[in-house]
């Protein structure tokens, strides 16, 4: 067999692999949204099947001798092709690296901490929830030494959410958020009545909820044609497959913000997964970049676009017209509730200004943690000593403390850094747009969010993973990922919502 | 491995393959009811990826050495294990023996034939549909010879839907309800002023139809924590895994039958979904028995408990709170509105009495075109002129004749009997049940339908496909089947609502 025959039959293979992912990703969310409370027991064997079969096919032997005739004739491919032979390779070593009685210690490890999370969350009792992350940990140092890693132990478990990050890199710009957004909180927060956010709570009728929703998802331009919105108790998006691809959504009726912005970021990753170029479905490029790089998606929607003064501009009148309290409410007050800080204890209901600074508490610990640096049981103190020090309050326990976030039950440890990455990356990559599109906060002002959607699918969601995370930023915008746009994002908003200078 | 070890080993295997079944049952059911548009062409992807797996699966040469080490001990097992291995077998000598090459060719004349069909009825032009049926019979043949058959070729096409059924029985069969059958319908339509139908025709609203088909399908015990109601195009019922049976239906605003009876004839199969023995979970024979049997089901439930007077007197109050229209309507003239009888050109809109002289024309072509005693040019004459004998009127064009169904777009001949075997069947376990269930219909007028639910869960439902057709009824029922019970029941119900005395 030459090297093209060989190639072709390795994306034919992969293309069932798909299939296959496909398959679990639909029956992942029917599980959330649509399953009957008895079902659960057996769509949790289905999905166990589903992922023992496609690892066996995937890491077939025959798919190695495969990807070894490619190589060998590697320079005769183009670009396009050595790329999605560099992903696939990437992903057919780690999965067969790993043992298979590696991954089933860890299925195991993982869904009895998911559960022993959960009674302990509901507790508020870390010693209940210590042995189960100990476990995980010496799993997750197995794994390592396995997979190998970069200078440091940390680096190999980023490998699993963001290709390219390091440990090294990451402490330099963590350290840099907190020395300058720390002090920005007390900055802020001594003005805390210039962002009243009294307009936005009160009763808002769900029914009503939706469809202001709904007009924000349309002139995003997610396409319902591909996709559907449900509900669900945590919300979700999911990307199933060439168009197929479902957002989840749930309200709160005391507070305009939770479902509008939820649904707006949901949305942002939505657009992400609708726009991987056609040409890349069901091949190993045809998927996101990486974690960051799809929360830069969702957080751009979310913040930048959907907590700008232009926005509101644009769905003030559609939010008065549902809402008779909003009738006479400028623009300006919308946009000032919407961005308005406050100390909390909870990430998941974090501005933007405090949104990194709990980030940054999760990865001091976890690196922590995975050096070795600190134990198990003494991560409440860890924890509410970097509460302290970074947003200037404690927890009263620990279920609103270090077992907020469900991410170490499931033996997650690297994934909360990508949330900060995704956050950086949406304000470079809007300061290019910015450039790139003349008039863009004017067209965002009449309601019209194509434009930047259009842009957003050229520069990023088309590529799918055919570049690095870093690479692909510095294409779209012209410069290495860097925070500082970023941070004069923040301080741009921040002094005009505040009034700061 | 001794032959204990084989066995575990066999329902090990078949446990997942039969998770694999379930993962395709729940992408088909949400291709119906949720799927965006274009989500379409990936979703045919996946699920003919998922039956390549299924079948790559169950069709391992390990299987075949498993079920021969069972074989060679085979005296050692208990009759439950010799029933789970007969079925298994059964099913393997059947997967294995039909050549890939013939699966494929089937999958690719049927899809055309489909495609083929939908465009054909709508122009209401046989010719063009001709071709696809004369492929799909060419095809039919030579799976015949490859599995086997009986007596007859025809025989081997009952193996699919009905084990045990032969053309030779229904032959006689279909004689005797033609001879028996037909001259009642002149009889009863010489009376139609004493079926008046008008009481449930006019506007209901559908909300209020949703919320009466919910109180029946409650009533009727269909557990709605082990599954679901959706809407879709064309109602159906699909048992995808224990604890996740889910129906489906439809509405039509201004006539209350259809949709009540589409929702009851559907939650009669589920019932016997959610009522198959917990035991047989993913085992092989933790499925329905028959067609014939699943359809006798819907139709107990739909047709003698359904369009009975004890059920009107149950439900007539709860449907005169939905709809004034209804408020003085006595429960007579509701009962007699639900078993009007009228002569019609479609099977699926057909009354009790009509009902299986139309499956009898369908009967009387497809065996001929099997034999190869009628040309696949002739069938429009052929269906035209048993309409006439049989129903008394000949349809106007191919579209509402023979073009009208979609079976045989899909290669199902040997399928249409079944109709007419379970709505035999259902009449013997119904005088089987008034047998050993003293007060019933008293039961069924206060509106307590459980009881029923329980014997026939007992008698039916929970052996799942531990006996063949033949002997689960007459185990049920006490006596073989026969169409005695079915025209004993039909020619009261009819004196009744028809005065015919």
């Not at 900055?187 to 029914?207: M, T």
């Not at 549902?322 to 919308?334: I, M, N, R, W």
Request: proline share 4%.
């Amino acid at each position: 067999m030459d090297a093209r025959a060989a190639y072709a039959e390795l994306l034919r293979r992969y293309a069932e692999v798909r299939d296959l992912s496909s398959a679990a990703a639909l029956l992942s969310w029917d599980q959330e949204t649509m399953l009957p409370r008895k079902g659960a027991a057996a769509r949790g064997q289905q999905l166990a099947t589903l992922a023992g079969v496609r690892h066996e096919r995937f890491t077939d032997p025959r798919v190695g001798e495969l990807l070894a005739e490619c190589r060998a004739d590697f320079d005769s491919f183009d670009e396009l092709q050595k790329a999605q032979l560099r992903e696939l390779t990437t992903d057919f070593d780690r999965a067969t690296k790993l043992p298979k009685e590696l991954v089933e210690q860890f299925a195991a490890a993982e869904s009895a901490a998911l559960e022993g999370w959960r009674d302990a969350r509901a507790k508020s009792d870390w010693p209940a929830f210590a042995p189960h992350l100990s476990r995980l940990l010496e799993l997750l140092r197995r794994k390592c030494e396995v997979l190998g890693f970069g200078a440091r132990r940390y680096d190999g478990l980023l490998d699993d959410y963001e290709k390219g990050a390091t440990e090294a890199s990451l402490v330099t710009l963590f350290a840099d958020l907190r020395s300058r957004l720390a002090p920005l909180v007390g900055e802020v927060l001594e003005r805390a009545d210039r962002a009243d956010a009294s307009c936005v709570k009160g009763a808002f009728e769900i029914a009503k909820q939706e469809q202001l929703a709904d007009v924000v998802v349309r002139a995003m331009g997610f396409d319902l044609d591909a996709g559907r919105i449900d509900r669900s108790s945590h919300p979700f998006c999911s990307g199933i497959a060439e168009g197929d691809t479902r957002l989840t959504r749930r309200f709160v009726e005391d507070d305009l913000r939770p479902a509008l912005y939820g649904v707006i970021h949901e949305a942002g990753h939505g657009l992400y997964e609708q726009g991987i170029g056609v040409e890349l479905a069901r091949t190993p490029l045809g998927e996101a970049c990486s974690l960051g790089i799809h929360e830069s998606q969702s957080r751009l929607w979310e913040n930048i676009v959907g907590r700008s003064l232009p926005f509101w501009r644009a769905f003030a009148p559609t939010a008065a017209r549902l809402f008779p309290s909003l009738c006479g409410v400028a623009p300006e007050q919308l946009w000032r509730a919407a961005n308005r800080v406050e100390r909390s204890l909870i990430r998941v209901e974090a501005d933007e200004l405090t949104y990194n600074l709990h980030v940054a508490v999760r990865f001091e610990i976890e690196r922590a943690l995975v050096r070795g640096d600190l134990a198990v049981a003494d991560v409440p103190a860890a924890w509410n000593g970097q509460m302290k020090e970074l947003l200037g309050m404690v927890p009263g326990n620990d279920a609103e403390g270090c077992l907020q976030d469900i991410h170490w039950s499931m033996g997650a440890l690297g994934y909360f850094p990508t949330y900060t990455l995704g956050n950086l990356y949406s304000a470079q990559l809007w300061e290019a747009a910015q450039r790139e599109l003349p008039g863009l906060d004017a067209s965002i002002e009449r309601g019209e969010l194509l434009p930047l959607r259009e842009w957003l699918r050229a520069k990023v969601h088309a590529h799918g993973r055919r570049y690095p995370a870093a690479e692909l930023i510095e294409r779209a915008t012209g410069a290495p990922p860097s925070a500082e746009p970023f941070l004069r994002y923040l301080r741009t908003k921040l002094t005009a919502v505040y009034s700061l200078d």
